[in-house]
């Protein structure tokens, strides 16, 4: 059983900045990629992020520049910093964890950008 648990989604205004964490705890023997996703009202699921247990990351072209995911691997933990932060990114946001044939996600988490 995998668990991940996410944190720190919330409201925040336009120009603004907030950053996610996601925990990852349970049957793991080694995690290699975590990333974020995100969905929006009446939009699919879309990825934001991606990054590989040896730091290199891939990022949705809309958010290149301004979201940044790091990874501390001793704590399984991914983190997504998003600064300047516009009303288009309002989604929730899932935390991804693939292993082997399967595809974990986290509860999702809000982000709301709004004045």
């Known amino acids: 059983q995998v668990q991940l648990v996410e944190s720190g989604g919330g409201l925040v205004q336009p120009g603004g900045s907030l950053r996610l964490s996601c925990a990852a705890s349970g049957s793991i023997f080694r995690i290699n990629t975590m990333g974020w996703y995100r969905q929006a009202p009446g939009k699919q699921r879309e990825l934001v992020a991606r990054i590989t247990s040896g730091g290199t990351t891939i990022y949705a072209a809309s958010v290149k520049g301004r979201f940044t995911i790091s990874r501390d691997n001793a704590k399984n933990t991914v983190y997504l910093q998003m600064d300047s932060l516009k009303p288009e990114v309002t989604a929730v946001y899932y935390c991804?964890?693939?292993?082997?044939?399967?595809?974990?996600w986290g509860q999702g988490t809000h982000v709301t950008v709004s004045s």
């Open positions: 991804n964890l693939p292993l082997g044939y399967t595809d974990y």
